[in-house]
């Protein structure tokens, strides 16, 4: 396994603990900023804060702003506009959507939706659409709702509703109609809202060895490849679905079977992304093959993960990375979420850019 | 002693047995008095909970209160948060502290274990190489503690500008430090005196914030000589310059003389041997020899790595302050505050007694002048703890802070009594930490803490003291994840409080039931992570995520349990499975999967919907084939000892029409007879309690035994 080494990465420690980082979309490339979701178990407070990002580096509290209770997910709308509109979900089945200005770095307003029949459980992801008007969310409790935000508040419509026989705990948009949802048993379902009634199509992994419950926790889908999701699970697993080939998921970390995919990780893949600053390797470029992908584990592990080639450790850090995000605007930073309350920054230099 | 839990003379964890001034917690419970009952327990960390209940009003209020009753609150649970620490590390610095030390020592016990495996036969190449180990894990944990001191990294120097103001360092890191000196480092120990004046230049800051020190009389002049315009003529500057060269700190004594006014060039004419006579006794002061390796940059002085090179430098020295002591130049000095503070000077640098004790404050501070002027070698423990002793006479203190509990701990050369001193004034973590420099370079310690004792219940100290932190640790719901490293390392009682550990944590939130199962995993604790997996599946269920309570159970592999969830589902299926909306069930059939025998009865789920999937398509009369795969299904269904009986009659109920097919029978006679069996078998048990029909038309018995009995004349037709 190729070791870059840690030896770049900043640490930033929090005096709380954090749940959850996302860069801002910027408009400007001049400042920076960055959005954390921090809990102080001892007042059982949780708050969205945004950081300005200095040269220094060192991070600069901008702003701060109270969230009833633990945010279980943090999502921008990709689309940098002014202002930025971001998701918060709650483990007490709350969803708060939260105006940012993309300049300051201030955060101007709050919508929220909360009402009981919304959700009787943890909203466990939240996601967008391009300009943030319409955000689709799912639960512990089995609910799938579409969140649009309406005239000065927040108006919702249940998509499906499973009465806690199936939980999500992920789900991504594909296109303006069609989104993916994860949960148990490495289990993908996908959904399209001009069939309503339930998922159109489902998948289940059968890898679990062990004591395993094979938990999808993070999805991302390519903008250029709608119908392929890739997922990050329990045991290290990441693997793609594509829905032409339902029945022949791409395992590109992991143990199965027959299969002889190195595990960039044997613990939890808490995130999953896409990684645009890895240029994919000439060989085998085309419709088929899967784009570099990120991930992150519970037992301290990032990592960039092409198809047929060994994963690329970016940090092996004693303590868990519970989640990361790429620049969408300098796809070469990462900042992370460290267990041991604290934010992490890892710049990437250009030459890892193009990988062997 | 009444109300004392146990006397600390037999007592496990020691405590100390002086009787502090009690603390008082006011709790604002709101609470109409007087109060019936006051319940109180432990909450996480060092958080208390307080339950006050109030006493039931009177039967006679209680008419008369109805309005106030509904703002009258019978109880409050109130959490009161004892001790902030002692205001030097707060709590979120504590904890990264903790975290840090996590992999240095991690490291540390990983390495002790493979190079005693390595070394086995010689124990004493173990204990040459370990030390250096134990050093690099020391450089770690200081690290951890504070930033080191680091060079003035302004361009421009201001003359002015005699002392550096540095972030203060804290006890716990001096504390460390000092062990790392007495304990670890073998290869400097024959500069150990060297070291401790480094490490008072660190301490003395310290020191000056309860009691008279160096370091406030040297802040104070800085504060001072910016304004002076004639410096020399204050008596404040001789006396801080004789202090800061009683206890070494050269260059703060250099930059000090040098803003003698001797110096300025208006009176250069007129003042020429009194700007000689200073300028002579800084030289000498930035030319004394020292025994050590290196100097850090910035500080004076000449170093000599061996002690005849440093004996033939120091006596050479020494004979130029006692020239410079008779020189005749001292009758020409007409400035008699210059004549009279350089010569006291002199008087230090000779080790004169009488001046280093009215230069220093504390007698920590005299103790190292002690080491630079009198006796600049290393001498034994029994030596250093006299020597300290008779300081303390000379320059008696209020104060015992718990630093010098250490100090004196480590002279007097009592491993028990040091750890008990840092037990009491840094806690649990300084104790499991510190232990391993304890047991560095002395064998004695090495013993003493790894000795197995009765009272003890047959563990050791070390072991002990470890417990101890991990429950610390434990305790708190940020930091129980780093508790397994030290239990691991603990051999006797560690795994069974890990097991208690895993056990304890709460399954409401998957994420640390999954950060759960991944110690397991890491501690190969198999039987433990499937316990763990049975309670979140048993909580999933019980708080209506009936999915995830399955899912869970199924992973580990709980026949029992999921025989009785699989009652209860089927009485809340009833017919909704049989409706067109079955896709409410079919993510979960989808998450059951289709192996056989690892969903215990609710491998029913599975084929039920491929039967019902298979049974919509035979709507159509035309489709044979699908009718017959139905058929297939319907007799596989009926024989799989998974159905349960309740099913039997809907099931049969449903297929009435594939029974009464037109053309060709499609259940051969078997088949018919064994349906026709279990309809037998129903009817009997219709008396039974447990049996129940979901909303069957009533003459559904009827119905099915006459389509049975009309397929079985059909096929006994078409196979005679």
Redesign the interface.
Known sequence: MAIAGDANLRCFPQPNPVDAVRWLPTVSSLRRFAAVAVHDPDSSSSAIEVHALNPGPNLLLRSSHAIPSRISALRFSPTPQKPLLAAAATSAGSLHLLSIDPLEGSIDSELSVGDIGFSTGAVADVDGQAEGREWVSVGEDGRVNLVVVGDGRLEWRRVFDSKGLVEYSAVRWASPAEFATGGLGFGLQWWDQRKPGGAVAHFKGNWARGNTVGMVHSIDIHPSRKHICVAGASSGTVFAWDLRWQHRPLLLSGVSTGDTVQPASESEVWEVRYDSHIQPSSVGTGPTRILPVMMCSEDGILAVLQQGEEPVELLAEPCAINGFDIDPQNPSDVICALEWEMIGILPRSKETSTAS | MPGRASDPGNSLVPFSPEVRDPVVYPIRHGIKTPLFRVFVSWS??N?LNVACLQASPPESNAAAGTAESEVNIGGKVVEV?LGDGDGEIN??QR??IA??S??AF?MLQSRRNSLSMMSRMASSSFRNEWWRHVLEYSNQIKDLLGTPRLPSSSVIEDPKMVLQQIEEPTSLKVAWELMEIFYVDKQSSAWLPERLVDWLADYDCILAKTEPAIYSKLVNLQKKIVNIQVIEDDPEYWDGISSALAVGWLDVVVKLLRLHGSYQLDQLGNRETENGLVEAVAVLVSTMPRMRADVPTGKLGQCYKTKPDFVKAWEKWRGHITKLECSAFWVQCGHRQTREGLRNLLQIMLGNIKNLTTSTCHWMELYISHFLFIRPFSMGLEGMYSLAQKCMQLKPSSNSSGLIGVFMGILGGNTEVVLAECSKAFGPWMVAHAMELLMATDDHADILLHEERYNLGGISMEELYRLIYAQVLSSH??TW?IAPTYLASCSKQGLGLLEVLLYRQSAH??RVT??N??I??LYEL?NI??CI?KIAGVYYWK??????GI??LQ??HDEVRLNRIAQQLFDCIGKSISDD?F??????V??L?S?VGTAGGLEFLHKYRDFKRSLHLVHDKKAVDAARQTVESLVQLMRSPSTPRRFWLPLLHDSVHLLNWQGRPLLNVSETTLLLSKLQELSMAKLHPDFSDFDLPPQALATVRLALAKNLRQAILEES
């Open positions: 996480h960390g958080l948060r709590e979120a904890r990264r975290y840090g996590v992999p991690a719901p940020l994840q939130n998957y999954l950060k199962l991944e397991c995993r198999e992570s499937e997996m708080h209506g995520r009936r999915g995830s899912h869970w992973q580990a909306s896709k409410q069930w079919e993510g979960l989808e998450l999967g192996e």
